[in-house]
């Protein structure tokens, strides 16, 4: 289905995860944040969402949670803490990464 | 052991009951059930997160930090083929006081709490269709 994200139309699946990782930037970030309650992206927020960013565009895969934690410096309730949905449903969503697999 | 039942409560809601306890474990909607309860992985990850809680903190009382409380936050990583769970990652919060010397000794305990070595260990699973 198709949305408005950032300004821009983007394709987005059921659960509302970008499907074409390329579209995405900071106004897409931002409105996806909102979809996920998080009202203000804080430096905090951008350096998990960098992070994973940086690490997909490289490997193109979404880290090991243990690895964003210590990567970024923040516990693991931290994490929830800044996206509620947590690391994968939560900050993955946020940093235009694939949903990842499971229910939980 | 006590006998451990788990009988249907609704939908695909079910009650572990042992002993004079119950629990209820569900799905969430996004996967058929109405949550009214932990999902079955969660619990299972909860399981860990209590066993390593208990044997911390009687590590930390015992060491004369028992005014303090241990917290553990859990989390888990699914995969697929077969669908399972892939990691659990665990974060264990001591009292203050605790020296930093400490932590190795009490990383050890943690992992040789029984949920923990039998995820480790994986028992025989023995299921009979009645």
Same mark, same amino acid.
């Given at each position: 289905?198709?949305?408005?994200?950032?300004g821009k139309p983007?394709?987005?699946?059921?659960?509302?995860?970008?499907?074409?990782?390329?579209?995405?930037?900071?106004?897409?970030?931002?409105?996806?944040?909102?979809?996920?309650?998080?009202?203000?992206?804080?430096?905090?927020?951008?350096?998990?969402?960098?992070?994973?960013?940086?690490?997909?565009?490289?490997?193109?895969?979404?880290?090991?949670?243990?690895?964003?934690?210590?990567?970024?410096?923040?516990?693991?309730?931290?994490?929830?803490?800044l996206f509620p949905?947590?690391?994968?449903?939560?900050?993955?969503?946020?940093?235009?990464?694939?949903?990842?697999?499971?229910?939980? | 052991?006590?006998?451990?039942?788990?009988?249907?409560? /609704?939908?695909? +809601?079910?009650?572990?009951?042992?002993?004079?306890?119950?629990?209820?474990?569900?799905?969430?909607? +996004?996967?058929?059930?109405?949550?009214?309860?932990?999902?079955?992985? /969660?619990?299972?990850?909860?399981?860990?997160? +209590?066993?390593?809680?208990?044997?911390?903190?009687?590590?930390?009382?015992?060491?004369?930090?028992?005014?303090?409380?241990?917290?553990?936050?859990?989390?888990? /990583?699914?995969?697929?083929?077969?669908?399972?769970?892939? +990691?659990?990652?665990?974060?264990?919060?001591?009292?203050?006081?605790?020296?930093?010397?400490?932590?190795?000794?009490?990383?050890?305990?943690?992992?040789?709490?029984?949920?923990?070595?039998?995820?480790?260990?994986?028992?025989?699973?023995?299921?009979?269709?009645?």
């Amino acid at each position: 289905m198709e949305t408005t994200l950032g300004g821009k139309p983007v394709e987005i699946d059921e659960d509302g995860f970008i499907q074409d990782p390329s579209v995405w930037d900071e106004g897409v970030a931002k409105d996806l944040a909102l979809t996920e309650s998080v009202t203000d992206m804080t430096e905090a927020h951008w350096k998990v969402v960098n992070y994973l960013r940086d690490y997909y565009l490289q490997y193109n895969m979404a880290p090991m949670i243990r690895k964003l934690c210590k990567e970024t410096g923040f516990k693991l309730k931290e994490i929830y803490d800044l996206f509620p949905s947590g690391p994968a449903k939560g900050a993955c969503k946020v940093a235009g990464l694939p949903k990842p697999t499971g229910c939980v | 052991m006590d006998l451990i039942t788990i009988s249907r409560r /609704e939908g695909l +809601a079910f009650d572990i009951r042992v002993r004079h306890h119950t629990v209820t474990s569900d799905l969430s909607p +996004a996967d058929g059930g109405r949550d009214v309860g932990a999902a079955p992985v /969660e619990m299972l990850a909860g399981s860990l997160g +209590a066993c390593i809680g208990m044997m911390v903190q009687r590590y930390c009382d015992s060491c004369g930090h028992g005014d303090g409380d241990v917290a553990v936050s859990l989390t888990l /990583e699914l995969a697929d083929q077969p669908k399972r769970i892939g +990691a659990i990652v665990v974060d264990v919060e001591l009292p203050d006081g605790v020296p930093a010397n400490r932590r190795d000794a009490i990383r050890r305990v943690a992992e040789q709490c029984v949920i923990h070595e039998t995820l480790r260990n994986p028992p025989r699973l023995d299921v009979e269709i009645l």
